[in-house]
């Protein structure tokens, strides 16, 4: 039986998700309140993080309402700086209090970032059902903190489980979203047809490998019939798009493409960052890939995440250090001309995708609130 299967409510289940500041945390906790309002139409959500201009933006495009605190991260910055946000933790502390106090949630779920530290920890103390859902292979400091506070902890990845507490975990995958899961239910593997490369830096864009790109075009250019689909950011949209022109390639490029879903599906091969997201909606799709991981991530978590995938044979790593134009250019018409390597790294990228993940974490959301008696005053009142 699937865990929390047998206790569903019949009152929807009132959750509060707590920290953000990048997309890499947004989107998998979009994802879980998704699945739990498909799950129980009852149910509320309400998101609380710091309310920069990522998070409100996408929590607004979402269409999920969302309260922000007062705090400010500390790791990698000036003492100055960092002495004003620990100063700043005690209120940012209170004001989660309060929010907790009026929203009334039967569990907690923090997704990391700084700002899941106050709304965590005020949870522990109203003794709410807390979890934590860790998107990296490499845990973040926040998560490694609040660790001992919660009850349960979701994991990303197996190898994850050495820096946590054996007791809490679960290992669910990364949940991706609705699109990616209705696309993957329509893959059949690799298309056919042309080669097309699908080429993105995430939400922003990132330069280095944009210019790679468009610097490596007339090397592209010889390899038969490519067709590129890039997303580049604002910034270099126009730089990309005239690099590609002048080459002579069948491309497709704008800043940002909000039917992902259908490019991943066109896409024989991806060239991308290892984001937490990025890297769970490829192994969910099954699409072979070149990762460049971006190097001042956090810990350098990235670097982690493509390691993973290099090792298990569904993708290919480049350092940025190492990235030159001819030799990513070379790189991916070698990929491209060996159709067994390609579906060999498909294989073993669909290996590592879980379609279930945000599903198995509202499982157990739900057991673990009807484990402390959450809905029994809710229910009757």
């Known amino acids: 039986m699937v865990p929390g299967s047998d206790i569903f409510p019949r009152a929807g289940l009132n959750l509060l998700i707590g920290g953000g500041g990048t997309g890499g945390h947004l989107f998998p906790a979009i994802s879980v309140a998704e699945a739990l309002t498909a799950r129980l139409p009852g149910s509320r959500v309400l998101f609380v993080n710091a309310g920069r201009p990522l998070e409100r933006r996408i929590l607004g495009q979402a269409r999920w309402p969302y309260h922000a605190i007062g705090v400010e991260g ?33 569990v907690v779920l923090g997704v990391g970032g700084y700002s899941s530290g106050p709304v965590v920890t005020a949870a522990w103390l109203l003794k709410v059902p807390t979890a934590l859902h860790e998107q990296n292979l490499l ?3 926040t998560n490694r903190i609040l660790a001992r506070l919660v009850d349960r902890i979701y994991l990303s990845f197996e190898q994850s489980r050495k820096a946590f507490a054996a007791e809490k975990v679960l290992v669910t995958g990364n949940p991706v979203r609705g699109r990616i899961i209705t696309a993957a239910a329509k893959s059949g593997g690799l298309p056919g047809g042309p080669a097309t490369v699908l080429v993105i830096g995430g939400s922003q864009g990132a330069h280095r490998i944009n210019m790679a790109l468009a610097e490596g075009a007339s090397r592209l250019a010889a390899i038969n019939g490519l067709k590129i689909v890039h997303q580049t950011g604002a910034a270099d949209s126009k730089d990309v798009t005239r690099a590609y022109a002048e080459a002579g390639l069948k491309f497709e490029v704008k800043p940002f493409f909000d039917s992902m879903d259908k490019r991943y599906l066109e896409a024989h091969l991806v060239v991308c960052r290892a984001g937490a997201s990025t890297v769970a909606e490829i192994t969910a799709l099954g699409k072979p890939a070149i990762l460049i991981p971006f190097p001042h991530a956090a810990d350098d978590h990235q670097t982690f995440n493509a390691r993973s995938l290099e090792k298990a044979g569904a993708a290919e790593v480049i350092l940025e250090k190492d990235l030159e134009p001819a030799a990513l250019a070379d790189r991916i018409r070698s990929l491209l001309e060996d159709r067994p390597r390609l579906e060999q790294m498909a294989a073993a990228a669909r290996s590592l995708g879980n379609l279930a993940a945000a599903d198995e974490i509202v499982n157990d959301l739900v057991a673990l609130a009807a484990a402390k008696n959450r809905w029994h005053c809710r229910v009757g009142n």
């Open 139 to 141: 845990p973040g400091v």
């Open 74 to 106: 500390i790791k990698g910055r000036g003492r100055l700086a960092q002495a004003r946000a620990a100063a700043r933790l005690p209120g940012a502390l209170i004001q989660a209090h309060t929010i907790i106090k009026c929203h009334r949630p039967d």
